[in-house]
């Protein structure tokens, strides 16, 4: 039983390790800008969700600030939409948080801010952080689903990201490394 137990927890750690060299081998190609914690979460979230959403089918955005003709009403950290019919198919917030219930409150509060600017008669403009060709619209957002995703851990997510916050610490610290050391390449702010 003993034997059994550890065998288990041995998978467990090399998986969960595993799951973290990949991710870093994958990250450390990207140029990104780690200096914000969340940063780290958002780029492994989109890592995790081109599992569902394949990137010859759709792109997956980080970051799209919307705002009114007076000023930022928010940012959306995760955008995924169609290349065919250029709907976005899911918008996301992304909190990695010692406190996951609040984590999750206030990511829902975020969602629910932008859904209610896009049935407001309010014109809305979008800034996306990342660079691309679409033009985003109130339209675009017709029919798309909302999604929490947080670190490993108990918590009313919808997905996690199956590292926990150490690890997450973990790789961004190398990530940043990496990028002092002129082996990644880095994001101008």
Not at 15 to 27: I, R
Not at 115 to 132: C, G, H, Q, S, W
Not at 153 to 179: A, M, V
Request: glycine letters at 4%.
């Amino acid at each position: 039983m003993f034997r059994v137990a550890y065998c288990l927890i041995l998978l467990f750690i090399s998986t969960a390790q595993g799951s973290l060299e990949s991710d870093f081998k994958q990250l450390k190609k990207l140029p990104a800008d780690y200096r914000s914690f969340g940063a780290i979460c958002e780029q492994v979230a989109r890592l995790r969700l081109r599992k569902s959403y394949l990137p010859d089918q759709y792109n997956i955005l980080v970051g799209l600030v919307y705002s009114n003709s007076k000023r930022v009403l928010g940012e959306l950290d995760i955008v995924v939409y169609s290349k065919t019919n250029e709907n976005v198919v899911m918008t996301a917030e992304v909190k990695c948080w010692k406190d996951l219930e609040a984590a999750a409150a206030k990511g829902r509060t975020q969602l629910k801010r932008f859904f209610t600017a896009m049935k407001n008669e309010e014109k809305v403009y979008f800034r996306p952080l990342e660079k691309t060709k679409f033009r985003f619209s109130k339209r675009h957002f017709l029919r798309s689903k909302e999604m929490i995703i947080s670190q490993k851990g108990e918590g009313p997510f919808d997905q996690n990201l199956g590292l926990t916050l150490k690890q997450l610490k973990t790789l961004r610290e190398r990530l940043i490394k990496c990028q002092k050391q002129g082996q990644c390449p880095t994001k101008n702010p």
